[in-house]
Nanobody, 121 residues
Framework: QMELAESGGGSVQPGGSLRLGCTEV?????????MGWYRQTSGQERELVAT???????YYAEPVRGRFTISRDNDKRTAYLQMDSLRLEDTAVYYC??????????????WGQGTQVTVSS
C-alpha cells in the first residue's frame, strides 16, 4: 500500500556530507505517516537513527545528534536525512521507514530499499 524509494547514498571522505531522500512513489500515506531513518552494518542489528512525526517532533540517536538533520516535504512526499561531518562509523546501509504512529519501539511499517553510505579516507 506504500512504496518508498531511497536516493542519495554514496562514498565520501570523513567530514563530508550527504543528503538522503526517501520518496513515496506508490500509495498515498506519506502525509499521515511518521517517517524515520535506520541504518544497519553487516552483522549488526538495525539501528534507529532519526525520526520525524507528522506533528514535527524529531528524535536523533546520540551518535548522530548535532550532525544529522531529518526533515520532510509533504508536497513532494519526501523525507530527507542531511548528514554532515560524517565519520567512519557512519558507514552503513540506510533505510527509511514510514509508519502510522510516531512510535519507534518495533520494526514495523513500510521500508525503503536501502542505500549504502560509505565513509572512508
Amino acid at each position: 500500500q506504500m512504496e518508498l524509494a531511497e536516493s542519495g547514498g554514496g562514498s565520501v571522505q570523513p567530514g563530508g556530507s550527504l543528503r538522503l531522500g526517501c520518496t513515496e512513489v506508490s500509495g498515498n500515506r506519506f502525509s499521515i505517516s511518521a517517517m524515520g531513518w535506520y541504518r544497519q552494518t553487516s552483522g549488526q542489528e538495525r539501528e534507529l537513527v532519526a525520526t520525524n512525526g507528522t506533528g514535527g517532533r524529531t528524535y536523533y540517536a546520540e551518535p548522530v545528534r548535532g550532525r544529522f538533520t531529518i526533515s520532510r516535504d509533504n508536497d513532494k512526499r519526501t523525507a530527507y536525512l542531511q548528514m554532515d561531518s560524517l565519520r567512519l562509523e557512519d558507514t552503513a546501509v540506510y533505510y527509511c521507514n514510514a509508519r502510522k504512529t510516531d512510535s519507534w519501539n518495533t520494526l514495523s511499517g513500510y521500508w525503503g530499499q536501502g542505500t549504502q553510505v560509505t565513509v572512508s579516507s
